[in-house]
């Protein structure tokens, strides 16, 4: 395959589809590649790796990046750079912190019997319907409630969650249209009301903060004599609604709409449930949810014997480096077993996903109940892809409970 004219603002045709035979020529040919913007782009485990481990020489700080992009002072200019990911220290650790003290491991665990329970109140709707569609009806509706929960979202109140998240971090594409733009811009401001008037209403009646993220959020600014502002509050409130939300729908969504075209390891699976915890890192290398990362090289480096010069913006390419054969042996079978796995679906470093441990607990219960209960379910009609190219995953997926 000739990737002579690849550009990730003008993407070739196929790629939403099926975008790794062209992250395999990438890796092959020119694994430190520059893109036509004169960003580079990464594509090889190894040199993610390298840069994932460097906080110090590439920032993930996005001023100079979504300026120009998004607009000074806009909205989604406002909360793509005040959120937890798109940020260094000291703001980065002050609200990972804060994140990390909600979501400790027991924590995490006393929330598996809710997890349980939505999951098998929803299979009781598929069951009962018969047809149903994967993501509307199941993938997508676990995440929304359970990042709900975590900031006390009332129920009544979450119907806009999905589509206020697919706006806004639609608008993370590497190339926008004016449309998108404008979808962006507005579910940023039409969330940031939304929030406003549920952080005053959890400053009157502040809940648990063992177990209310928001709750924690608003003590915590004042923690160590450091506070988070009120725009920092509310951006990062929004953050974690939407990671909480897209990632986990995909990996989700993505892991049971694979299962059908590999009978071979759904058979495994059933009758291996144990096997759960393996295959669900399988899903994440195989199908990352999250497919980009971005990065700001600070000071002049090498990576995979270029010269990155200082200023210049980095793409890491996750999905290519989770099928590079210098890391995985035949990366592209799935192998619900395979060991080791170390996959960067959740980066690395510093950065690393600060809710994994909930990802991964959505989806091994969402995948081990689904299975039990509609052992052989089937596609019934043609997938819809998000079309996205950061973020890998279905609109929507017809399917027949069996």
């Known amino acids: 395959m000739d990737i002579a004219d690849f550009d990730l603002r003008a993407l070739p045709a196929g790629f939403h589809d099926n975008p790794y035979p062209f992250y395999h020529a990438l890796r092959e040919q020119a694994p430190v590649r520059r893109m036509p913007d004169g960003s580079w782009l990464l594509t090889a485990h190894a040199d993610l790796v390298a840069v994932y ?3 110090a020489g590439f920032s993930s700080d996005k001023r100079r990046e979504f300026a120009p992009k998004f607009g000074p002072g806009t909205p989604l200019f406002r909360h793509h750079t005040t959120s937890l990911v798109f940020n260094d220290a000291p703001l980065h650790t002050r609200v990972r912190r804060l994140i990390a003290g909600a979501l400790t491991g027991r924590a995490v665990a ?11 109140r929803l299979l009781d709707g598929i069951a009962a319907r018969g047809q149903f569609d994967l993501i509307a009806d199941f993938a997508a509706a676990i995440p929304v409630e359970v990042i709900g929960n975590l900031l006390g ?33 507005q579910a940023v401001t039409e969330f940031l009301a939304y929030l406003e ?24 600014e004042s923690e160590d004599g450091e506070r988070l502002s009120a725009e920092e509050l509310l951006q990062n409130c929004i953050f974690i609604l939407n990671a909480g939300h897209e990632t986990t729908t995909n990996l989700i ?5 694979t299962l059908p075209d590999h009978p071979d390891q759904r058979a ?8 759960i915890r393996t295959a669900v890192e399988e899903f994440l290398r195989y199908e990352s949810s999250n497919q980009l990362g971005n990065r700001l090289c600070v000071r002049d480096c090498d990576i995979g014997g270029v010269r990155i010069t200082a200023g210049t913006p980095v793409t890491l390419c996750i999905g290519a480096a989770n099928r590079d054969p ?29 809710g994994l441990a909930v990802a991964r607990l959505e989806g091994r219960v969402a995948i081990t109940r689904f299975l039990q209960r509609f052992p052989r379910y089937q596609p019934a009609g043609p997938a ?9 995953g279905y609109l929507s997926v017809p399917m027949v409970a069996g």
């Open 53 to 55: 481990r460097d906080a």
């Open 384 to 392: 819809v892809r998000g079309g996205r190219a950061r973020f890998r």
């Open 153 to 185: 979202v009332p129920l009544a109140d979450r119907a806009p969650l999905r589509d206020w998240s697919l706006a806004i971090l639609g608008a993370l594409e590497p190339a926008l249209t004016p449309a998108q733009l404008a979808a962006g811009q």
């Open 197 to 220: 008037v549920l952080v005053a209403e959890r400053r009157r009646r502040p809940g648990d903060p063992a177990h209310d993220m928001l709750t924690r959020l608003i003590l915590g």
């Open 326 to 354: 210098a890391q995985f042996p035949d990366p592209d079978r799935l192998d619900l077993a395979r060991e080791p796995n170390r996959h960067l679906a959740f980066g690395l470093g510093v950065h690393q996903c600060a």
């Open 268 to 275: 495994r699976l059933l009758a291996e449930p144990g096997l």
């Open 253 to 257: 969504g993505n892991a049971l709409a």
């Open 110 to 120: 006393e929330m598996e019997a809710g997890v349980v329970a939505l999951v098998d």
